[in-house]
């Protein structure tokens, strides 16, 4: 597996089952409505579901925005389990996801939320995420460090280029119209985003002036995509910055987005 997004989502995954090996305690609140045993179950739940995906199974789902009753629906699907158990599924549920992808042509595409095609690739940059901001909030909860790095988000960001356009809330973004740039810092890809008419396109190039350069930690700015950070907190210590012509847009972007 040389892959670069499945060998960063490899190393995300492999944190997180030694952290839920660990001794912690799984009844621990992680927000008001997850235990660090709920979000066990639901990496092995989602797992579960996109190894399938991976190997062409087409998802339930009519959108994204059903994923958040998907969740909820899955809240204590994990029973009294212990964490090791849990821990040994989720390494279970990532062998059968990348056995899946290896079986897959490069660049083959597969079935997503609402039937939408996207590259096998996608899905891989999904669990970095996945990987990544539920070993964070498990470990914020129990007390444990964890940082996600500049490669991580970086690699993340270019794989969902086909997924983002999915996750523009077109109520939120309104009659807005703007071309924002985004980039890790320390990593030379740029990502540029164009919001107009309810839409978002993603370019590989600005196709216009950009209003908003956004530059950022690895570990902010995935937190801050992911909703577990506003955007406020890391503008005033620094580890996100908004320049340009309209560097203010770069505090109300992220609400134009649902969570993935």
């Known amino acids: 597996m040389t892959d670069p997004t499945m060998l960063l ?11 839920f090996r660990r001794d912690i305690d799984p009844d621990r609140a992680v927000s008001d409505a ?30 994204v925005t059903d994923v958040a009753a998907m969740n909820a629906a899955m809240l204590g699907s994990s029973g009294t389990q212990e964490l090791g158990a849990l821990a040994d599924q989720i390494e279970s549920g990532w062998s059968r996801f990348r ?27 999904m669990l970095i995420g996945e990987a990544e901001v539920h070993g964070y909030d498990v470990a914020h909860a129990v007390g444990l460090p964890w940082v996600i790095s500049a490669d991580s988000t970086a ?28 980039r890790i810092r320390t990593r030379p890809e740029r990502l540029y985003l164009v ?32 909703g577990r950070l506003g955007p406020l907190r890391p503008a005033l210590t620094g580890s996100m910055v908004a320049y340009g012509r309209r560097p203010w847009w770069g505090l109300k972007m992220p609400s134009y987005f649902r969570t993935p």
Request: proline content about 5%.
């Open 34 to 63: 997850w235990t660090v045993r709920d979000v066990a179950a639901h990496m092995v739940n989602g797992l579960d579901l996109y190894a399938g995906y991976a190997s062409g199974e087409p998802s339930a789902l009519a959108s």
């Open 195 to 226: 919001i107009a008419d309810g839409i978002l396109t993603v370019e590989d190039k600005p196709g216009g002036r950009v209003d908003c350069r956004i530059a950022g930690r690895g570990h902010e700015m995935m937190l801050v995509l992911y």
């Open 99 to 125: 056995e899946a992808v290896a079986a897959q042509a490069p660049g083959a595409q597969v079935s997503w939320h609402g039937g939408a095609q996207v590259p096998v690739s996608a899905l891989a940059g």
């Open 155 to 182: 690699q993340a960001l270019q794989s969902l280029k086909p997924l983002l356009p999915l996750f523009l809330d077109p109520e939120a973004a309104g009659d807005f119209r703007g071309r924002f740039e985004m």
């Open 9 to 19: 989502a490899d190393d995300g995954m492999r944190r997180q089952v030694a952290m």
